[in-house]
């Protein structure tokens, strides 16, 4: 169980006493919730420990006939990216984290920039931003209240599910990281298709990890001076039966897939003043040709990476002025 609560608590959520269940989550509240009482300041409320990365995004032309989106037609575009684990706390050990993930950002013109942020779970254990809220008060309250929760829960299936089966890598280059939330691609006739999708590792060889509290972010570094790492980037198309507006449900693997490209990752710079610090990697932040669903985790999240951003950019703003 204490291996579920560390889980669960992936985005660095901390309860403060005097929170109480509201209908609506602000993403002020979410954001007190996850910096916890001593806020990191100048650093992210959630995946605050992370380093910058570079590479490109190979595409085969294959995802065009769905979505106008200029990213997907057959050609090259360069990234700025970061790997991060879950967790308020950016010297928190890396193999500790229940949690791993990909951001990625593409600017594809003057005036649009594509920003996605992957996790390792495929699915939420909740449905909305309360419960999500809700879960982590359970949490707080310890393993009966969790125990009460998931049975008041049984959207969580998939969720637990997923997690009895998950073995963490020895690398962040062999992990799964999944969009999780449906987003829509609109082709050229407007049509609109809902898809998940997600970066499965291309040959990337195992290799030994330390037992440093770096050891996921040193692996990475010392991988990448051998060569690129890469990731097939893997679309699921939903069909009529998928409601594309709930995190929480995997849709079954015979859904069609279009393999779309190959993302290639080819530098890392682990340092504090690295350019995919200033980022908010915030996953509204969409292209023509690709469009948010309903999903209301989806909305949540857009709000409160805007909040963990504003403090953190005062803070460092604060710092600078010293
Ligand atoms: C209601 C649910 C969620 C909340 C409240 C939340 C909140 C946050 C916050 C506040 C940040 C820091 C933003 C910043 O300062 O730049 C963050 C980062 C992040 N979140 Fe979430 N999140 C949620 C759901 C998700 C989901 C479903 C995913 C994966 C699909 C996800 C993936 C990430 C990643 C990868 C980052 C780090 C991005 C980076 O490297 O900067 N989050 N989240």
Redesign the pocket.
């Known amino acids: 169980m204490k291996t579920l609560i560390q889980f669960l608590s992936w985005?660095g959520l901390v309860l403060s006493a005097n929170l109480v269940a509201q209908e609506k989550v602000t993403a002020q509240q979410?954001?007190d919730l996850?910096e916890g009482n001593k806020p990191f300041a100048g650093f992210?409320?959630?995946?605050a420990k992370?380093a910058c990365i570079t590479g490109e995004f190979v595409s085969n032309g294959a995802l065009a006939p769905y979505t106008k989106a200029t990213l997907f037609e057959a050609g090259t575009t360069a990234f700025v990216g970061?790997f991060?684990i879950a967790g308020s706390n950016p010297t928190a050990p890396d193999l500790k984290a229940p949690v791993r993930?990909?951001?990625l950002s593409f600017n594809l013109s003057n005036t649009e920039q594509w920003r996605v942020?992957?996790?390792t779970p495929p699915a939420?254990a909740v449905t909305n931003?309360h419960d999500?809220y809700q879960q982590i008060v359970a949490i707080k309250q310890g393993p009966d209240a969790i125990k009460a929760f998931f049975k008041e829960h049984p959207e969580s299936k998939d969720f637990l599910n997923w997690k009895a089966s998950y073995t963490p890598s020895s690398s962040f280059a062999l992990e799964q990281y999944?969009?999780?939330?449906a987003f829509y691609l609109i082709d050229n006739q407007n049509n609109k298709q809902a898809v998940r999708w997600h970066v499965m590792p291309r040959d990337n060889t195992p290799n030994t990890l330390t037992n440093s509290d770096n050891a996921l972010f040193d692996e990475l570094s010392s991988r990448l001076a051998n060569g690129a790492v890469s990731f097939n980037w893997v679309f699921t198309l939903a069909s009529n039966d998928d409601d594309e507006t709930n995190?929480a449900v995997i849709w079954p693997s015979s859904r069609e897939q279009v393999s779309a490209g190959v993302l290639k990752i080819k530098t890392i710079d682990t340092s504090e003043d690295a350019r995919?610090h200033d980022?908010?990697?915030d996953?509204l932040t969409l292209p023509t040709g690709i469009a948010a669903t309903q999903d209301p985790?989806l909305n949540?999240?857009s709000a409160?990476?805007a909040?963990?951003?504003r403090r953190?950019a005062k803070e460092k703003l604060l710092e600078a002025l010293q």
């Open positions: 985005s979410f954001v996850q992210r409320r959630a995946h992370g970061r991060s993930s990909l951001a942020a992957m996790n939420m931003a999500f999944n969009s999780i939330n995190p995919c980022i908010n990697f996953p985790i949540a999240r409160a990476y909040e963990s951003y953190r």
